[in-house]
C-alpha cells in the first residue's frame, strides 16, 4: 500500500510539473548549453591544490554548434587534468569520430583520463572479433591522446604532487564471498584494486556506477581519497525541490546522487552528466554539467 502511494505522489508530482512549467522550455535546457558547475573537497593539510574538469555520459549526443561547446567550457577552468567517467558514447554508435575529436580538443587543455562505463565496454565487446582487436576502442581513444583506464591504473605528477588515477566498471563491493574467498569472476578487479591502493600518492578511481563504493565496506576496504561517479544523470528527471528522482539501484530520490559526499573518510563525486541515452524518459529540468573539482589540502612531498 506505501509503495503504491508513493507511486501516485509521484506521478502526481511529475505531472504537476510538467503542466505547471513548459515542457518545452525543461528539455530545451537539459539538451543544450553545458553549464560549468564547481566542486571543492580538501584531502590534508598542505597548501598545494589541482583542479580537475570531470566529464561523463554523453551518450553520443553532439550539441547545436558541434562538441566544441565542451571543450572551450573545460579550457576556460584552467583545470590541471580532465577525467572522464564513462558512458561518452552509445555501445551501437558507428561513428567515434564526435568522441575522438573531442578529446583532441580537450587534450590540448591538460592530460585526458577516460576510463569505461557500460556502454563503452558494449561497444568494444561487440566490435572486438569484427575488427580483430582486442580492444579497437581503446585504440582509438589512446591515438586520440587520452589515457584509457580500464581495471588499470595511471602514475602522474601534476606540478610536483603525485597522483594516481584509477578506472574500473566492476563493483568494488562484490568481490567476496561470505567466507571472504575473492569469487573467480572478479579475481582481475580484485588484484587491480589491491595495487592501487598501494601508493602514498592521492588516489582518485573513475568508478561511473556510485553505488559501487557505497555499499557494504568497499571504501574502508580499498580506501581511495576520491571516487569520481556518474551514470545516474543527477536523477534524470529534477523535481523542483525534491531534486532528482531516479538514482539505479539507490531507488526514488537517492542521497547519494550529484555532487560531493564523504562515506568512510572518503570522498565520493558524482556528476549529473552530460546527456541522457535514448528511451521513454528525457532529461528533463536538468542541465548538462561540466564540473570542475578542486582538491586541496595537498603536499608536493605527497610523490
Not at 58 to 77: C, K, M, P, Q, S
Not at 81 to 97: F, K, Q, R, V, Y
Request: aromatic share 12%; proline share 5%.
Amino acid at each position: 500500500m506505501i509503495k503504491k502511494l508513493f507511486h501516485f505522489i509521484f506521478v502526481l508530482l511529475l505531472l504537476a510539473l510538467v503542466i505547471g512549467i513548459p515542457g518545452t522550455w525543461m528539455l530545451h535546457r537539459s539538451y543544450s548549453d553545458p553549464e560549468v558547475h564547481y566542486f571543492y573537497t580538501k584531502e590534508g593539510e598542505g597548501d598545494q591544490s589541482l583542479r580537475f574538469v570531470v566529464i561523463s555520459d554523453l551518450y553520443g549526443y553532439v550539441f547545436e554548434g558541434g562538441n566544441g561547446v565542451i571543450a572551450d567550457r573545460a579550457g576556460n577552468t584552467f583545470p590541471d587534468a580532465i577525467l572522464i567517467g564513462g558512458n561518452m558514447i552509445a555501445a551501437d554508435t558507428e561513428d567515434l569520430t564526435p568522441l575522438t575529436d573531442l578529446i583532441k580538443r580537450l587534450i590540448q587543455i591538460a592530460p585526458v583520463y577516460y576510463s569505461y562505463g557500460e556502454q563503452e565496454l558494449k561497444y568494444a565487446a561487440d566490435h572486438a572479433e569484427q575488427e580483430e582487436a582486442a580492444d579497437p576502442l581503446k585504440d582509438a581513444l589512446e591515438k586520440a591522446g587520452a589515457v584509457v583506464l580500464n581495471e588499470s591504473y595511471a602514475d602522474t605528477s601534476l606540478y610536483g604532487i603525485g597522483v594516481r588515477i584509477g578506472g574500473m566498471y566492476n563493483n568494488a563491493y562484490e568481490l567476496t564471498n561470505l567466507r571472504y574467498e575473492v569469487k573467480k569472476r572478479y579475481q582481475s578487479t580484485w588484484n587491480f584494486l589491491n595495487n592501487f591502493k598501494d601508493t602514498g600518492n592521492l588516489k582518485i578511481m573513475l568508478s561511473i556506477r556510485p553505488e559501487s563504493f557505497l555499499y557494504s565496506d568497499a571504501c574502508k576496504t580499498w580506501n581511495p581519497d576520491l571516487v569520481v561517479s556518474g551514470n545516474d544523470l543527477g536523477g534524470l528527471v529534477v523535481l523542483p525541490h525534491y531534486g532528482g528522482v531516479f538514482g539505479g539501484s539507490q531507488g526514488y530520490f537517492p542521497e547519494y546522487l550529484h555532487g560531493m559526499f564523504e562515506k568512510d573518510d572518503v570522498k565520493l563525486f558524482i556528476t549529473s552528466g552530460l546527456s541522457a541515452p535514448k528511451g521513454l524518459i528525457p532529461r528533463l529540468n536538468n542541465p548538462p554539467e561540466i564540473a570542475v573539482v578542486d582538491v586541496d589540502g595537498l603536499s608536493r612531498e605527497q610523490m
